[in-house]
C-alpha cells in the first residue's frame, strides 16, 4: 500500500499538450506579425506581451506534466485553456504598455483571471481524487490556493485600468504575480514528493516550447524572404550579399537547434536543479524570439542597403550627365531629377499616392528657385541653399518610400509631414535599434544555452569548465558588439552585409570547439 498516490507519468507529451502548444504558437505568430518593433517602447510591450503569454503556458504546463489525464472534467478545462489563449490573441494587437487602451487591459485581466481559476480548480479536481491520503492534501490544497489567490490578483487589476490613463503601472502586478506564483509552485513541490517533477517529461515540455519559437523563426525569416521577391525585379534580388544574408540567417537559427539539442539531456538530472532548467527557458525563450526577429528584420535591412545604394547611384549618374552636358540649363535639372523619380517609381511603386504628389512640390520649389536667380535683389547663396534643401527632401521622401515598399513602419510621433529628411533619420534609427537588441538577444541566447547545459551536468570535467567559459566569453563579445552601434565602426558594421555573418561565424566557432573533443583533454 502506497503511502502516497502513483499518479501516471508520461515519457512523451501527450496529444492534448501539442494541441494546446499549437495555441501558443498561433498566438506568437499573430502577435509578432501585428507588432511592429521600431522603437524602445514597443520593444519593451513584445516583450510583455511575450512574459504573460510564455507564464500562462508554462503554468498550464506545470500541471499537465504532473496531473494530465483524459477525462470529461480535464476535457473541459483544456478547452478553457484554449479559450484563454485565444483571449489573448484577441487583446495581444492593441497592448501597449506605454499607450494603454483601458478596454484592452481590462479584458486581459478577466482573460488572465479566467485562466488561473481554471487551473484551479483542476488542481482541486486532483485534490479530491487524492483526498483519502493524507500527505498529499496539503500540497494539492496549497497549489489550488496558489492560483485562487493569483486569479484574485489579476481580477482585482481590472479596477486600476481607467479610461483617460494612458500610462498607468497596474499591469506591472502581472508579472509579479506570473513570478510569484511559479516561484510558490516550485517550492511546494521542493518540500513535497508527491508533486515532484521526477519522472515527468518537463524537460521535453521546454525543448519542445524552443522548437516552436525556432520555426516560428523560420516563418518571420520566410516572410522577409517573401517581401524581397515581391519587391525586387530580375535578378537584382539575388546579388551574392543578400544571398550570403539569407544563407547566414539559416545558418544562425540551425546551428542555434544543433548546440540546444547537442547540449540537451535525456536524463534527469535532480528535482530542483531541473525546476531552475525550466525557469531559465523563459528568458532564453525571450532572448531567441528576439534574435529570431532581428534576422528577419536585417534580411530586409540588407535588401533596403542595396536599393537605397542603387538609387543614390542613378540620381548622381544624371546629376553629373546634366552636369556634363552643355547643352542643358538650370531649367533642365527637375526635368533631369524628374524622370530619374519616374524611373525609380517604375521599378519600386509608391505604396502611398501622397509620395510622387511631394516629389512634384520639391520639383516646383526647385524651378521656382532658379526661376528667381534673375531677379536682382535676390542672394544666389540663399537659391542654392533652397534648391539643395529642395533636392535633399526630394531623394528623402523616395527613401521613405522605398523603407514603406519593404514594410518598415516608424512610429506615427516620428511621421514628419513637413520634413523628410527627419522621417529618414528615424527610418534608420528603427535599424539601430535592430542592432542593438538583435546581438545583445543573440549573445545572452548563447550565454543561457550554455547555463542551460552547465545545469544539466552532474559531473564536469576539466574540459567541460575550459568549453563552457569559452562560450561564456562568445556570448559577451555578441552582447559587447552592440554597444558599438552609434561608432563608425559599428556604423560600417550596420551597413555592411556582415551583420548575420557575424552572428553565423561565432555560432560555428562556437559548434566546432564544443564539438572537437580530441583537442580538449582532462
Known amino acids: 500500500m502506497h503511502e502516497t498516490p502513483q499518479f501516471e507519468r ?22 509578432t506579425s501585428l507588432h511592429e518593433i521600431n522603437e524602445a517602447d514597443s520593444l519593451k510591450s513584445y516583450a510583455g506581451f511575450f512574459c504573460i503569454l510564455w507564464f500562462a503556458w508554462f503554468q498550464v504546463s506545470l500541471f499537465d506534466v504532473r496531473f494530465v489525464a483524459d477525462s470529461i472534467l480535464e476535457r ?45 480548480l483542476q488542481y482541486l479536481v486532483v485534490l479530491f481524487h487524492v483526498r483519502n491520503w493524507k ?16 486569479g484574485l490578483v489579476y481580477g482585482l487589476t481590472w479596477f486600476g485600468f481607467k479610461k483617460g490613463v494612458d500610462h498607468g503601472h497596474t499591469y506591472v502586478v502581472w508579472y509579479v504575480i506570473a513570478i510569484a506564483e ?28 524552443t522548437l516552436i519559437i525556432l520555426g516560428e523563426g523560420i516563418i518571420v525569416v520566410c516572410k522577409s524572404i517573401s517581401k524581397i521577391v515581391k519587391n525586387q525585379k530580375g535578378s537584382f534580388a539575388w546579388t551574392p550579399a543578400t544571398v550570403g544574408t539569407i ?11 544543433m548546440l540546444y539539442f547537442d547540449w540537451y ?33 536585417f534580411i530586409i535591412w540588407r535588401k533596403l542597403i542595396e536599393v537605397i545604394q542603387y538609387v543614390d547611384k542613378v540620381y548622381s549618374n544624371a546629376y553629373l550627365n546634366w552636369l556634363n552636358d552643355q547643352t542643358t540649363s538650370l531649367s533642365d535639372l527637375p526635368i533631369t531629377l524628374n524622370a530619374t523619380a519616374s524611373q525609380i517609381f517604375a521599378s519600386y511603386p509608391p505604396i502611398y499616392a501622397y509620395v510622387e504628389q511631394d516629389v512634384q512640390t520639391y520639383l516646383l520649389d526647385i524651378t521656382s528657385a532658379f526661376n528667381t536667380l534673375n ?36 512610429p506615427d510621433k516620428k511621421y514628419s509631414v513637413t520634413n523628410p529628411t527627419e522621417t529618414l533619420n528615424h527610418n534608420f534609427e528603427v535599424f539601430e535599434l535592430v ?24 559531473k564536469k570535467s576539466k574540459s567541460d569548465w575550459a568549453r563552457s567559459i569559452f562560450n561564456y566569453i562568445i556570448g559577451v563579445v555578441l552582447c559587447v558588439i552592440a554597444g558599438a552601434v552609434k561608432t563608425n565602426k559599428g556604423i560600417d558594421l550596420l551597413t555592411s552585409s556582415w551583420v548575420i555573418p557575424t552572428v553565423a561565424i561565432a555560432l560555428t566557432v562556437v559548434l566546432i570547439v564544443n564539438h572537437t573533443h580530441r583537442f580538449w583533454k582532462d
Open 76 to 120: 473541459i478545462a483544456k478547452a478553457s485553456q484554449f479559450a484563454t489563449m485565444v483571449g489573448l490573441a484577441v487583446v495581444g494587437p492593441k497592448f501597449d504598455p506605454a499607450k494603454q487602451d483601458a478596454n484592452t487591459f481590462k479584458t486581459m485581466a478577466l482573460i488572465l483571471m479566467f485562466g488561473r481559476l481554471v487551473l484551479a
Open 247 to 257: 544563407t547566414s540567417a539559416v545558418v544562425v537559427i540551425y546551428f542555434l537547434y
Open 375 to 410: 531677379d536682382p535683389s535676390t542672394n544666389p547663396d540663399v537659391i542654392i541653399s533652397e534648391v539643395q534643401t529642395a533636392v535633399d527632401n526630394l531623394f528623402a521622401t523616395i527613401q521613405n518610400s522605398l523603407f514603406d515598399t519593404y514594410g518598415v513602419v516608424i
Open 265 to 297: 539531456s535525456h536524463h534527469h538530472f535532480g528535482s530542483i536543479r531541473q525546476q531552475f532548467w525550466a525557469i531559465i527557458h523563459f528568458p532564453f525563450h525571450l532572448a531567441l524570439v528576439l534574435s529570431m526577429e532581428g534576422i528577419a528584420q
Open 435 to 458: 542592432f542593438i537588441y538583435f546581438f545583445v538577444t543573440a549573445g545572452f541566447t548563447l550565454l543561457l544555452m550554455n547555463t542551460l547545459n552547465f545545469l544539466s551536468k552532474r
Open 10 to 31: 508520461h515519457d512523451e507529451a501527450t496529444n492534448i499538450e501539442l494541441f494546446y502548444d499549437l495555441f501558443f504558437v498561433a498566438n506568437l505568430t499573430t502577435f
Open 182 to 209: 511559479t516561484v510558490l509552485n516550485i517550492a511546494v513541490t521542493s518540500r513535497w514528493k508527491v508533486v515532484t517533477f521526477k519522472g515527468t517529461h518537463l524537460v521535453q515540455r521546454m525543448s519542445l516550447l
Open 135 to 150: 500527505r498529499s492534501k496539503t500540497p494539492m490544497a496549497m497549489l489550488s490556493l496558489v492560483y485562487v489567490f493569483a
